[in-house]
Antibody
Framework: EVQLVESGGGLVQPGGSLRLSCEAS????????MTWVRQAPGRGLEWVSA????????YYADSVKGRFTISRDNSKNIVYLQMSSLRAEDTAIYYC?????????????????WGQGSLVTVSS | SYVLTQPPSVSVAPGKTARITCGGD??????VHWYQQRPGQAPVLVIY???ERPSGIPERLSGSSSGNTATLTISGVEAGDEADYYC???????????FGGGTKLTVL
């Protein structure tokens, strides 16, 4: 059974930093890209970042480029999202999701399993 | 940039058929996926590759796509189908994944 468990969310002041973790189990972690999708309160889904399974290529939405960094530890089956220079508009539930393929960027990619999410609140 | 348009809400009586649309330029030539998000829960993939159902998704849910509209159809709607539904695609291989704005399905 595929399981994705996020952690690391919380309250942070504007301009601060936070690191989210997503621990995966139930599948061969290195064979799949992983992604982060967020949802602001009362809003829709917004794709944030992704990392390919093997060569580790990283991808970012324009809204977070230069502020967020995705990484993965294939020995621990964990994907991270390091968030810095946080803004009020980054307040959201952040979901980790498994991508259907090793390589991210194929037009056939979809997100077949999701974690329960981690709430990040940016406020003074 | 490519835009996906979903109606904000759709209402249907129990047992009837709900059709949730996702509009986009020549969307019929692209690959569309659909996600269901029940209140307070994480999204769940319900349709991929326009028409395919993941294991565990009932046959009552089906997808289609043609021209400028992709459609998620839910037959024999049940109370448990009440949720937000999102379409998702890649506009092209050089772009990044895009979600529609979501449609709230209300079961009357």
């Amino acid at each position: 059974e595929v399981q994705l468990v996020e952690s690391g969310g919380g309250l942070v002041q504007p301009g601060g930093s936070l690191r989210l973790s997503c621990e995966a189990s139930g599948f061969t972690f290195t064979r799949y890209a992983m992604t982060w999708v967020r949802q602001a309160p009362g809003r829709g889904l917004e794709w944030v970042s992704a990392m390919s399974g093997s060569e580790g290529s990283a991808y970012y939405a324009d809204s977070v480029k230069g502020r967020f960094t995705i990484s993965r530890d294939n020995s621990k089956n964990i994907v991270y999202l390091q968030m810095s220079s946080l803004r009020a508009e980054d307040t959201a539930i952040y979901y980790c999701a498994k991508v259907s393929d090793t390589t991210f960027g194929a037009t056939s990619n979809y997100f077949d399993f999701w974690g329960q999410g981690s709430l990040v609140t940016v406020s003074s | 940039s490519y835009v996906l348009t979903q109606p904000p809400s759709v209402s249907v009586a129990p047992g009837k058929t709900a059709r949730i649309t996702c509009g986009g330029d020549n969307i019929g030539s692209k690959i569309v996926h659909w996600y269901q998000q029940r209140p307070g829960q994480a999204p769940v993939l319900v349709i991929y590759f326009d028409t395919e159902r993941p294991s565990g998704i009932p046959e009552r849910l089906s997808g289609s796509s043609s021209g400028n509209t992709a459609t998620l159809t839910i037959s024999g709607v049940e109370a448990g189908d009440e949720a937000d539904y999102y379409c998702q695609l890649w506009a092209n291989s050089r772009d990044l994944p895009l979600f529609g704005g979501g449609t709230k399905l209300t079961v009357l």
